[in-house]
T-cell receptor, first 112, second 117 residues
Framework: GENVEQHPSTLSVQEGDSAVIKCTYS??????FPWYKQELGKRPQLIID?????GEKKDQRIAVTLNKTAKHFSLHITETQPEDSAVYFC???????????FGTGTRLQVTL | GAVVSQHPSWVICKSGTSVKIECRSL??????MFWYRQFPKQSLMLMAT?????????EQGVEKDKFLINHASLTLSTLTVTSAHPEDSSFYIC?????????????FGPGTRLTVT
């Protein structure tokens, strides 16, 4: 089955700096890669997603890049703000089985 | 649009009893619903996938006789934890995929925190 690895597990940045979180996946059939933000005790919120026919997608301060050949994708957050502090999960949809496999999560802390 | 609710939001039960959690898609029809379990400071782990009117597909290692899933309609799926034990204490989250629109996006419920004493 699909395996998604995520790094780093924790990330501390100063307000205004950029944050980058990286994920790798194993199943070349995966073709949908969402990123979720989860605050403590809350549901995961989709913040951006990308499909395998696109290499990069941007939405204001958030961008995702995908390298299908290397099977990795990354989340980039620019001009970080304290409210960006949360746990971020990447995920991959296995296509044929059509289910999400989540990465292990990254706890982002944005300090003043 | 695309709102998913769960009930209850939290529940405390005694060891050996059963607990039912409901997941509803409020403003759309969901062909497929998913049930996840999340332990503290861990990721979401898929437990099972359910399609309306058919038996759920359980992930490896998930006991189907312990975690009963029923997807009786296009807007409702239920998860029953039978003979609950303290190790079943966790955050249970459902999600739903629309019958129309994006074939990939899942809409998550707010989660149910189960504590077994």
């Amino acid at each position: 089955g699909e395996n998604v690895e995520q790094h780093p597990s924790t990330l501390s940045v100063q307000e205004g700096d950029s944050a980058v979180i990286k994920c790798t996946y194993s199943d070349s059939a995966s073709n949908y890669f969402p990123w979720y933000k989860q605050e403590l005790g809350k549901r995961p919120q989709l913040i951006i997603d990308i499909r395998s026919n696109v290499g990069e997608k941007k939405d204001q301060r958030i961008a995702v890049t995908l390298n299908k050949t290397a099977k990795h994708f990354s989340l980039h957050i620019t001009e970080t703000q304290p409210e960006d502090s949360a746990v971020y999960f990447c995920a991959a949809d296995t296509g044929t089985a059509s289910k999400l496999t989540f990465g292990t999560g990254t706890r982002l802390q944005v300090t003043l | 649009g695309a709102v998913v609710s769960q009930h209850p939001s939290w529940v405390i039960c005694k060891s050996g009893t059963s607990v039912k959690i409901e997941c509803r898609s409020l403003d759309f029809q969901a062909t497929t619903m998913f049930w996840y379990r999340q332990f503290p400071k861990q990721s979401l782990m898929l437990m099972a996938t359910s399609n309306e009117g058919s038996k759920a597909t359980y992930e490896q290692g998930v006991e189907k006789d312990k975690f009963l899933i029923n997807h009786a309609s296009l807007t409702l799926s239920t998860l029953t934890v039978t003979s609950a034990h303290p190790e079943d204490s966790s955050f249970y989250i459902c999600s739903a995929r629309r019958t129309s629109g994006s074939p990939y996006e899942q809409y998550f419920g707010p989660g149910t925190r189960l504590t077994v004493t």
